[in-house]
């Protein structure tokens, strides 16, 4: 007689069945998991915080009696709409920068890895081409690698926690723009803050009515402040031909610390020039290369 065997009872050698369904469930939590990773980084909360913080600073000086609510009781809308495309505009400006390449340094082709022969003649042996010992990219002269965007930048200044982003030599010009324009926005905020206020009440009935206020006027006195110095130090570097980091550790640079004088500053007109306008161009190497033959004959 032939036996016959259940479907239900199967050999302990027979392969499972797949489940597909419970696969494609763990990749879908893994895609929320990064997708809320991503919501969560810190470009994201720092980027955020700066825009609501602004408009909540710019909606306390609308609500409270300041001259910005006089001019829009009274029909005078010219000053608060310029004001609020100001505010605009610095917004844009803070958020262009801050999403901006800063100059990353690209990893170039296998066959562009070794100096040419014009290279090599042209810039000092005392200054080789450096290779990047954590992104492995070869560096040029003046460029940096930041451990928190894991990138090496061009002409590297500093990184901006405040923008969570490098500064470097693609969004240096926009970068000192912006805080030219957050500074007048500031002290025009400051000043329409202080309008406001009135300090001839009792302590309490003042707590009320223009605490929230003052809270702005203090946070704007700060804000003024911190930008104010960010921009006088940037333009004084900018008129230099300098960078932050060069300037502070300009002792721990190879092609600075045998220096005694900048070798990228060329006056002030031609260094706006170049920082600004992007002229005259050309490779740092090369600056560099013609400083250190000047000096040379000088010697000589």
């Given amino acids: 007689m032939r036996s016959h065997q259940s479907p239900r009872c199967r050999s302990p050698s027979a392969p499972r069945p797949l489940l597909p369904r419970a696969s494609s469930g763990w990749a879908g939590e893994g895609a929320k998991a990064m997708a809320l990773w991503a919501l969560l980084s810190p470009g994201v909360l720092v ?3 700066h825009t609501v913080l602004t408009w ?4 306390v000086l609308f609500l409270h009696d300041t001259e910005l609510r006089q001019w829009e009781e009274q ?16 917004l844009l400006l803070y958020l262009a920068v801050s999403l901006m390449d800063p100059g990353y340094v690209t990893a170039q082709p296998q066959s562009q890895e ?3 022969e014009e290279q090599t003649a042209m810039v000092p042996q005392a200054i080789p081409l450096r290779r990047c010992r954590y992104c492995l990219v070869l560096q040029p002269l003046r460029a940096r690698h930041c451990r928190d965007c894991r990138r090496c930048v061009r002409r590297y200044d500093h990184h901006c926690p405040w923008m969570e982003n490098c500064v470097g030599e693609r969004n240096h010009p926009l970068f000192v723009a912006y805080l030219a324009l957050q500074l007048v926005v500031l ?7 202080w309008s406001g206020l009135r300090f001839f009440q009792p302590w309490g009935l003042w707590l009320r009515s223009t605490g929230l206020l003052f809270a702005t006027f203090l946070l704007l006195s700060f804000f003024s402040l911190v930008v104010s110095l960010l921009l006088a130090s ?15 550790s300009s002792h721990r640079i190879a092609y600075l610390r045998q220096r005694t004088s900048n070798p990228f500053d060329r006056g002030l007109t031609r260094n706006l020039a ?3 306008c992007g002229w005259p161009s050309g490779p740092w190497e090369t600056l560099w290369a013609e400083e250190e033959e000047e000096g040379s004959s000088q010697a000589v």
Avoid: C, D, Q
């Fill in 75 to 90: 029909g005078e809308l010219f000053l608060p709409l310029t004001f609020l495309l100001l505010v605009l505009g610095s």
């Fill in 187 to 193: 002290l025009w905020g400051l000043y329409l803050a």
């Fill in 274 to 276: 170049h920082f600004f």
């Fill in 234 to 248: 940037h333009l004084y570097l900018v008129a230099s031909n300098t960078t932050t980091w060069e300037f502070i």
């Fill in 47 to 49: 980027r955020t915080g």
């Fill in 56 to 59: 909540g600073i710019t909606l």
């Fill in 114 to 116: 070794e100096p040419k």
